[in-house]
């Protein structure tokens, strides 16, 4: 029999469509109004208490193309999917809610976040959002193993592990590999999964026809922090993180949760933590989930010209802070910052780079490489173009 939810217990709420949360991972502890059953002192909840479900307290969101500055929701509307209610007993005329009980929720922006645009800020035109939510812990505290690391693993739940998400298998097998808690902490682990799940799928397709430049590419990441590692190792490594990926999306107990977790720490013991986000990055994940590993280990990613050509051809994944951090570790300095565009240049060279917003030629962040003026520009591989070309418009984030 499929457990019945205590008040206490938590649901999982996930943004439908073109939006996300902002400073809260969307977990919310739920209870029964009514009292109308009682299991081991703790009232179950029923259908009759799904609409009286509240958010607690106004939470933030940012719309995919609104991002610039984050919207509030203060409230939503809860519905359950009926036939994952249970039918085995009514409590009052109302079904009881299940450990696999699912549904949908809906709220109104009290403020919609906002796109900043030179002179003012656009505002997120569509004020309702959804989501679907589902349960992850009916607190049931019977249903829980201790966990071997306290503090740093949840517990793993049988019966909750099919109802994961892919993200979710991701960060609970990192979270039970055997990488040390030092390392551990220097990892944004919901940025990291969020990687994997986005770039696995190429990892996947490349360790069937061979890794190639991606191993070439991850060897000259590295080299700049000081690892020199052979091909096979990271070969080997960018493997396991491959199995890494399909191991965890097909996961349906805490036996392949447990699996999984073996594949990423042997991949971390091939390559590193950096190597495991240098490869996303370069794969094509939007961010790099390592917070300062190779930043910390590298004086800087852009001093020489074989360096910097590397380096340019991951600009189009970092951030544009990370971007003007970069570069003033190899001796750039800002000499002009207005209206959004950022303009720095090397101490006692010609050599300038100008970052730019969005404008009437070119609709998303961009760079340009310039020597002397306008007429010596060059593209991402340091050749010189014309500066009106499209290669003279380097994209970034």
Not at 85 to 100: C, E, F, M
Not at 287 to 311: D, F, M, Y
Not at 322 to 346: M, N, P, W
Request: hydrophobic share 45%; net charge positive; aromatic share 6%.
């Amino acid at each position: 029999m499929k457990p019945f939810l205590k008040s206490g217990a938590t649901i999982l709420l996930t943004p439908s469509g073109p939006w996300q949360w902002v400073g809260w991972d969307g977990r919310l502890t739920i209870s029964s109004a009514m009292h109308a059953l009682h299991l081991s002192d703790a009232a179950i909840i029923t259908e009759a208490d799904v609409p009286a479900f509240t958010l607690l307290a106004p939470r933030q969101y940012t719309a995919t193309a609104f991002a610039d500055t984050p919207g509030t929701v203060s409230n939503a509307i809860f519905m359950d999917d009926k036939p994952t209610l249970s039918d085995k007993i009514k409590v009052n005329g109302a079904y009881p809610l299940l450990l696999t009980t699912t549904g949908t929720f809906t709220c109104l922006c009290a403020f919609p976040s906002t796109r900043l645009i030179p002179g003012g800020a656009i505002p997120d035109p569509l004020l309702a959002k959804s989501g679907t939510w589902k349960v992850i812990d009916p607190h049931q505290q019977v249903l829980f193993r201790k966990s071997a690391v306290p503090g740093r693993q949840e517990p793993c739940v049988e019966a909750q592990v099919a109802q994961m998400s892919h993200k979710e298998k991701i960060m609970a097998a990192i979270n039970k590999s055997e990488i040390s808690d030092a390392l551990l902490a220097e990892i944004d682990v919901e940025a990291l999964a969020t990687s994997i799940v986005v770039v696995g799928v190429v990892l996947v397709t490349l360790a069937a026809t061979g890794f190639g430049a991606l191993v070439e590419l991850v060897a000259a990441a590295l080299l700049l922090t000081g690892a020199a590692l052979s091909g096979y190792e990271i070969g080997s490594g960018l493997a396991h993180l491959a199995d890494f990926y399909g191991q965890t999306k097909n996961a349906t107990t805490c036996a392949a949760i447990e699996e999984a977790a073996g594949s990423f720490s042997t991949a971390v013991a091939k390559i590193g933590i950096g190597g495991v986000g240098a490869a996303l990055s370069i794969a094509g994940a939007k961010q790099l989930p390592v917070k300062n590993i190779l930043a910390r280990e590298a004086k800087s990613p852009v001093k020489g010209r074989k360096a910097i050509k590397g380096w340019l051809k991951n600009v189009g994944n970092l951030e544009r802070e990370q971007l003007i951090k970069d570069l003033k570790s190899a001796d750039f300095k800002v000499i002009h910052e207005k209206g959004g565009r950022t303009v720095l240049q090397r101490e006692g060279k010609k050599l300038k780079i100008r970052l730019d917003p969005p404008d009437n030629a070119t609709p998303n962040n961009h760079m340009h490489i310039t020597r002397g003026g306008d007429r010596e520009t060059y593209n991402i591989d340091l050749k010189k173009v014309n500066y009106k070309t499209k290669e003279a418009h380097i994209t970034i984030k």
